[in-house]
């Protein structure tokens, strides 16, 4: 039995899962852009020790049912599989020299110090380690290897490829803090789930879902353990990572700083819309894409191919429920990632939290109606500010399963 | 002086906006960092010198330096 086998979705919904942990594919812009919100909110230090949990947490779960699943025992296997599979899922290579006391580890062409360079490192200097991410994996993958309770182990990025390391390095040692994990499993998710929703050019979206999900289930990392596809870093990640960030992020500013609260929600949103806009945009301007669909010839080609690629990225099942030419721009999904946690973990959130459909929908409405498809357009920072720039688009999300609603919807309308 | 302090605040505002990675979010990054409204940075008239000071620092993140260049 190898991880793949362990995979599974819930097709009605376009929720994916690995060992009942869900799990997204996102790009490294995203994920660059996502972290440095949760640092810029809390501050290097803390959102570097949010991450690093966060990571402990989704890891922490999704390993140790992992293991369990494929009756695979003792450390030495135990690690084995999880640094394969880290490196399989694109987050990089990891080798570890711990035991159950602790110890070290590397990490070499780590996913978010290489993509942080890709993005910035011509033009900026980073001050402290990026890989937080990393750090509770690594936490994590020794704990189950050990058969550690979560937060047995600490552990520290002590130098980063970014900061002018060869590599990234890691010191393990003993922690007092075992911590409940605070995420579920895929049988507490579809004890949640709403009923399916359905929408406009559904039969076009899910015949395009289908190749695409039968595509990706052939990505896998390189020999650095990366994937690099469609112009970016793909990753696919435990979802709980996200969502546990944004959710703890949220609390600490409302609670400390809450006259940024609403900059917070609108920069997450904007993790959404440089995810669609570099993911999306990549995908559909794809050698790949065209030989499965064809190259978008319309606007419509450009929403459909952005609500099937969302579904295949185990985003949720992004509906078309009204569509405006240039104007308007109307989503429904039966959950998505964001919510259905949400209302798994918190029962009811206080505000709608479906970042990802937000910022998606919004660059669904730029790449539709403010790029040229022909030639080939690059999608690069400069056309991304550009698109921000001159032709600016609002969303509202008037609906969250994750705050009791039947559905998210999301309104896209002109500024 | 304080008028002094004001435009300097102003600049490198502007600096920030004109230069960041990502500066179509420069200014919520910004906010978000100080714990600063929106509001607050769009008038920087209104802010004390403990509040610039955070701009200041907040803005060298940003930018990864250790010195802004801006004219005095």
């Not at chain 1, 570890?96 to 006391?101: K, R």
């Not at chain 1, 357009?377 to 500010?385: C, D, N, R, V």
């Not at chain 1, 720039?389 to 609906?399: E, F, G, I, L, S």
Request: hydrophobic share 40%.
């Amino acid at each position: 039995m190898t991880p793949s086998d362990n995979r599974s979705r819930i097709d009605s919904h376009d929720l994916s899962f690995l060992a009942g942990s869900a799990v997204v594919f996102h790009c490294h812009h995203f994920n660059v852009f996502f972290d440095q919100t949760i640092d810029d909110a809390v501050g290097a230090e803390r959102g570097t020790e949010l991450r690093t949990r966060a990571s402990h947490e989704a890891w922490y779960l999704l390993l140790s049912s992992l293991c369990e699943r494929m009756a695979v025992d003792g450390p030495g296997p135990r690690l084995e599989v999880a640094a394969n599979l880290f490196a399989a899922a694109g987050h990089g290579r990891m080798s570890f020299d711990a035991s159950a006391a602790g110890g070290a580890a590397t990490g070499e062409t780590l996913h978010y110090a290489v993509g942080w360079r890709d993005k910035y490192g011509s033009r900026l200097r980073r001050q402290y380690p990026i890989d937080g991410f990393a750090a509770g994996f690594a936490a994590a993958a020794v704990e189950v290897a050990h058969g550690l309770d979560a937060g047995s182990l600490a552990c520290v990025e002590s130098s980063c490829l970014v900061t002018g390391a060869d590599r990234c390095a890691f010191t393990l040692s003993p922690a007092s803090a075992v911590f409940v994990v605070e995420g579920r499993t895929d049988e507490a998710w579809r004890a949640v789930l709403p009923a399916p929703v359905t929408g406009l050019h559904d039969d076009r979206v899910e015949a395009i879902t289908k190749g695409l999900v039968d595509f990706l289930g052939n990505v896998a990392g390189d020999d650095r353990g990366l994937v690099q596809a469609f112009g970016v870093l793909v990753t696919n990640h435990p979802a709980d990572y996200y969502n546990h960030l944004s959710n703890r992020m949220l609390e600490v500013t409302q609670k400390e700083k809450p006259q940024t609260l609403e900059v917070a929600r609108s920069l997450l949103q904007e993790s959404g819309q440089i995810c669609g806009f570099h993911t999306f945009g990549g995908i559909l301007a794809s050698p790949e894409w065209e030989a499965l669909v064809g190259a978008p010839s319309d606007p419509l080609d450009v929403i459909i191919g952005g609500l099937a690629i969302s579904r295949a990225l185990g985003f949720g099942h992004w509906c078309l429920e009204a569509y405006e030419p240039d104007q308007r721009l109307v989503l429904v999904s039966s959950g998505t990632y964001e919510s259905v946690h949400n209302k798994v973990v918190i029962e009811e959130t206080r505000w709608p939290c479906s970042y990802l459909f937000q910022g998606g929908a919004v660059a669904m409405m730029q790449l539709a109606h403010r790029v040229e498809w022909q030639p080939r357009p690059a999608f690069s920072g400069a056309l991304y500010l550009k698109l921000r720039r001159d032709a600016p688009w609002v969303c509202k999300q008037t609906h969250c399963v994750g705050r009791g609603d039947v559905h998210d919807r999301v309104v896209v309308t002109r500024a | 002086m304080v008028a002094s302090s004001k435009s300097k605040t102003l600049r490198i505002i502007v600096h920030l906006e004109a230069d960041a990675p990502d500066r179509y979010a420069a200014l919520q990054r910004l906010a978000l960092q100080t714990g600063l409204a929106l509001e607050a940075l769009e008038n920087p008239d209104s802010l004390t010198d403990e509040q610039r000071a955070l701009i200041e620092e907040a803005a060298k993140r940003i930018l990864g330096v250790d010195t802004l260049e801006i004219e005095s």
